[in-house]
């Protein structure tokens, strides 16, 4: 038989064929390559959660394999010496396996709690993003609610995983979780009953919280980020108004190569800071906890920090008490408070919030620019006094720490806590609502009178002027709009310094023209810059 | 606009030919970006291809992959060989973590550095401008596909036949009900069995009074406590110290002659007489407030803090909360000494031990 040459050339073109015919891809997978994105560096602050729900993934993986979710109780036998003999739930016991007696099994551990408290920050971190830049407006309501659920699911996840070890910090955690439960009114105790399943700790909750954290709490987090994404995709990312920039376009790269190569970087480095975090920095040292007991428990017991502003909550919390006089009497404890109704709140608020906004500007239309946070000055206020109404209650969450380091009482703390949190708030909306209008009027202000050159002049009466560089090239004053973009206000943004040149010991290229990136307004240097330089030739 | 080639004439409007020999492979690309209703705007490369810039990139990018290369097969050699197993004091295994840590975080960066250099100093910068399409989709489609729905609502004639609507949802409630009955029925567990949430360990067995019994299950004499000092302790019943008598732990506390006094006549006034023995007082250590053990206790003044929250309680007044969120005082053990000089508790606590419910009498 003829033996046929092998093409090596054309086995690419071959196979694609080959494809196409079975899948008829080639149309979709074209829009797929030339889909264009904006460009902007926060807009990969949400990768970076999605970056680390991967690491959390292939970390809790094989975590798996390792850790044993029951509750029967042991005698410890393995490496770690000063807790030899002791008797420890099996989950305690596997646990300290994990860090002492499985080869990297440490390092798995560490990386995996960091990258769910990255996980937890990026979350944070990019919703404060999309709220002061209300890219959460129509039509991306939606977009918003999954990313906030995205947050509470994601709090689920990290207490769920944070209670299996059965060590004395998390048990304790575990503890206060029952106690909350058991303050809801009348249905309080059932509920406890059914998690737990009778009093606490009972001998089921580890395994009960072990599947919920490894299946069914991941996979509505999957489902959920799946959703997230494929908005993203359908609806198209927002964008920073700028030249050639509408509400009816992307302006940006295509997807491939670049915009993805950059995807794929971005990852990586995500991945080696969580690699080194883990490695390098500390974090629940469970061995040194000892395994939970009902009585044991010690000062500067803190959760992880997105849990902390509800332990916040809960000391700064009055001590009232409600009570309902009928029968033998019904009770709401104080605790239900700040950690059921509290929540619940700035959930229903978080989720409304576009809604809310919509309404009170009575602003229904399609938005895909973005804004400044200095032009909604109400919006931003509002954002800012939610980040301290977070921080007071995060920082209160640590409050004995506090009192001990800076010997403050701890009492004093407790008080000032509560009055902080009533007061700063509203300063906070006010300061930030100023500060706002003040970078407005500035922009307008150089928009019509021009860029100050540091340049002093004295005029012939012997008075002493600031030489202003006015940005537009017409005669009258404020010609200029603002667009919602970044003004110039330096004079090297206008290229009055020379470009850098490149090179560490000698250059490499040379000087290139002053770089202007797309983004920025088409501002070209006036041809009588030179002219101000040398201030006194002019009349 | 585009810096990259200027030939075959781009007609807007009609379609290119792509077949059209003439065209490079740039024009196809941008022609297939026009087909997706999206412009090149901006192509431009970044460095000449042939300069010394471009080299030093590409040493740059090549570098950083064989630093991935190597610090990667670091982390093997540490893996396999390095000590790692526990040993205490100042063994080799302390580095285990760490150098893994470093070896894999200059691996993963160094690739991810590489890759991003790559990405965005080598590859042309572009800036390219896509239709949003938004609202396309016109309202001619919005009423055919209305239309589609109504009309297949209509062909079910749910409105006509209403017998059929009635008899599915009467059909389909219970069904909804039979996929969370196991789930609910499963779950549920009284909270009143045995009526746990009011008895601790203390409670009599038997007519038999519960001894107080240390961590180790040694019974306690009241000689054991000097005055001012407290101490926790259990039920002496199996498994007295373990978490299955989680509610249980309590705080036994001798004190001085003066705060013995107050504390009776606090007691006497609560109609809690008789509780106490001698200058010995039992409170439950477990927080009325979120059930942590309130367990810093602060000798001068008699207050009990609670380390979760913060809340104080005063033990020469029935341990009633005086400062932070709780508001509810910790339950007094009633305690006496047996024939044979151990603390036993009289009787079980009075009061519901631990955080406050709905139902609490």
Redesign the interface.
């Known amino acids: 038989m003829k033996r046929r040459k092998f093409d090596v050339a054309a086995v690419p073109g071959n196979t694609a064929r080959a494809v196409d015919d079975r899948f008829q891809v080639a149309t979709p997978l074209r829009r797929l390559l030339n889909k264009v994105f904006p460009d902007h560096w926060s807009f990969l602050l949400g990768e970076i959660a999605l970056f680390s729900f991967i690491v959390l993934l292939l970390t809790g993986v094989f975590l798996t394999f390792f850790f044993e979710p029951t509750m029967t109780e042991v005698i410890y036998n393995g490496s770690y010496a000063p807790l030899r003999g002791t008797p420890m739930s099996a989950a305690y016991a596997s646990t300290l396996d994990i860090s002492f007696d499985v080869r990297g099994g440490l390092i798995m551990r560490q990386m995996h709690h960091w990258s769910a408290l990255l996980f937890m920050a990026a979350i944070v971190v990019h919703m404060l993003r999309v709220f002061f830049t209300g890219a959460f407006r129509k039509p991306r309501e939606t977009n918003w609610i999954i990313g906030s659920l995205l947050f509470w699911v994601g709090f689920l996840a990290g207490f769920t995983g944070y209670s299996l070890p059965d060590d004395g910090l998390s048990g304790t955690g575990l503890r206060i979780a029952s106690a909350i439960m058991l303050s809801i009114p009348v249905i309080g105790s059932w509920v406890t009953a059914a998690v737990f399943d009778g009093e606490f700790p009972g001998t089921i909750i580890i395994s009960r919280f072990y599947i919920a954290h490894v299946l069914l709490v991941p996979g509505l987090l999957v489902a959920l980020i799946s959703a997230h994404l494929g908005l993203v995709f359908k609806q198209k990312h927002t964008q920073w108004p700028g030249p050639g920039r509408t509400n009816g376009n992307v302006v940006g790269e295509r997807m491939f190569p670049r915009y993805a190569i950059k995807q794929g970087g971005f990852f990586m480095v995500v991945f080696g800071v969580i690699a080194l975090m883990g490695g390098l920095f500390q974090i629940n040292p469970v061995w040194l906890f000892g395994p939970y007991e009902a009585w044991v428990v010690s000062a500067a017991s803190q959760p992880d920090w997105y849990v902390m502003f509800l332990d916040g909550s809960t000391r700064l919390m009055p001590d009232w008490e409600i009570n309902i006089p009928i029968g033998d009497g019904y009770v709401i404890p104080p605790l239900f408070w700040p950690t059921v109704v509290l929540p619940g709140i700035l959930v229903g608020i978080s989720l409304l919030y576009p809604f809310m906004e919509a309404r009170h500007l009575k602003d229904y239309r399609s938005h895909n620019l973005l804004q400044r946070p200095r032009d909604v000055p109400f919006r931003t206020g509002l954002g800012v006094m939610a980040i301290t109404f977070f921080l007071i209650l995060t920082l209160t969450g640590a409050n004995d720490v506090i009192a001990d380091k800076f010997h403050i009482s701890l009492n004093a703390m407790t008080w000032a806590g509560r009055i902080g949190l009533l007061l700063l708030p509203p300063l906070a909306y006010y300061v930030t609502y100023r500060i706002c209008l003040g970078l407005q009027q500035h922009d307008r202000e150089v928009l019509a009178h021009g860029v100050e050159t540091g340049i002093i002049r004295r005029l012939p009466d012997g008075r002493f002027v600031e030489v202003h560089q006015p940005l537009s090239a017409g005669k009258e004053h404020g010609e200029l709009e603002y667009v919602g973009w970044v003004v110039p206000k330096k004079m090297n943004r206008l290229g009055a310094l020379g470009p850098a040149i490149r090179g560490f010991f000698y250059p490499i290229e040379k000087p290139a023209e002053a770089p202007v990136s797309p983004g920025h307004p088409p501002v070209e240097p006036r041809p009588d810059r030179e002219e101000i330089t040398s201030g006194e030739n002019r009349p | 606009m585009s810096s990259q080639t200027g030939q075959p004439a781009l007609s807007d409007g009609e379609p290119l030919d792509v077949n059209d020999p003439r065209l490079s492979r740039f024009d196809i690309v941008r022609e297939?970006?026009r087909?997706?209703d999206?412009e090149?705007?901006?192509y431009e490369p970044q460095v000449v291809a042939g300069?010394?810039?471009e080299r030093?990139l590409v040493r740059t990018v090549a570098a950083f992959f064989l630093l991935t290369g190597l610090a990667a097969t670091a982390f093997l050699v540490i893996?396999i060989w390095w000590p790692?197993?526990?040993?205490?004091g100042r063994g080799g295994d302390k580095f285990?973590?760490?150098?893994?840590?470093?070896t894999?975080?200059?691996?993963?960066?160094?690739?991810?550095?590489?890759?991003?250099t790559?990405?965005?100093k080598l590859?042309?910068k572009?800036?390219?401008?896509?239709?949003?399409h938004?609202?396309a989709v016109p309202a001619e489609d919005r009423r055919i596909t209305g239309e589609t729905m109504a009309y297949m609502a209509e062909e079910l004639g749910v409105k006509r036949r209403p017998l059929l609507g009635v008899s599915l949802l009467a059909g389909l409630l219970p069904v909804g009900a039979v996929a969370a009955a196991p789930l609910v029925g499963g779950?549920?567990?009284?909270?009143?069995?045995d009526n746990?949430?009011m008895t601790t360990g203390f409670a009599p067995r038997d007519g038999q009074k519960i001894r107080l019994v240390r961590e180790d299950g040694r019974p306690i004499r009241p000689a054991d406590i000097s005055a001012g000092g407290q101490i926790?302790v259990?039920p002496g019943v199996e498994h007295g110290v373990?978490?299955r008598?989680?509610?249980s732990?309590t705080l036994l506390i001798h004190l001085r002659e003066e705060d013995a006094e107050a504390s009776r006549r606090n007691n006497e006034r609560e109609g809690h007489g008789g509780y106490m023995w001698g200058n010995y007082a039992a409170y439950s250590?477990?927080c009325t407030?979120?059930?942590?053990?309130a367990?810093?206790y602060e000798q001068q003044t008699n207050r009990l803090?609670c380390?979760?929250?913060?809340?104080q309680f005063l033990i020469t007044d029935n341990a009633k909360?005086i400062?932070?969120?709780?508001?509810?005082r910790l339950p007094q053990l009633p305690i006496e000494v047996d024939a044979e000089g151990y603390f036993v508790a009289t009787s079980d606590y009075t009061e519901p031990v631990?955080?406050?419910?709905?139902?609490?009498?």
């Open positions: 297939g970006a087909r997706d999206i090149i705007v901006h300069t010394k810039a030093r893996y790692w197993e526990y040993e205490p285990y973590t760490p150098l893994l840590g470093v894999l975080g200059i691996a993963l960066l160094a690739v991810g550095f590489g890759i991003l790559w990405g965005k590859l042309p572009e800036v390219s401008i896509q239709d949003r938004e609202g779950l549920i567990s009284d909270p009143h069995k746990q949430m926790t259990f373990s978490n008598y989680a509610d732990p250590k477990i407030h979120a059930g942590c053990p367990s810093l803090l380390p979760c929250h913060q809340s909360p400062f932070g969120p709780a508001s509810r631990g955080p406050d419910f709905w139902e609490r009498p």
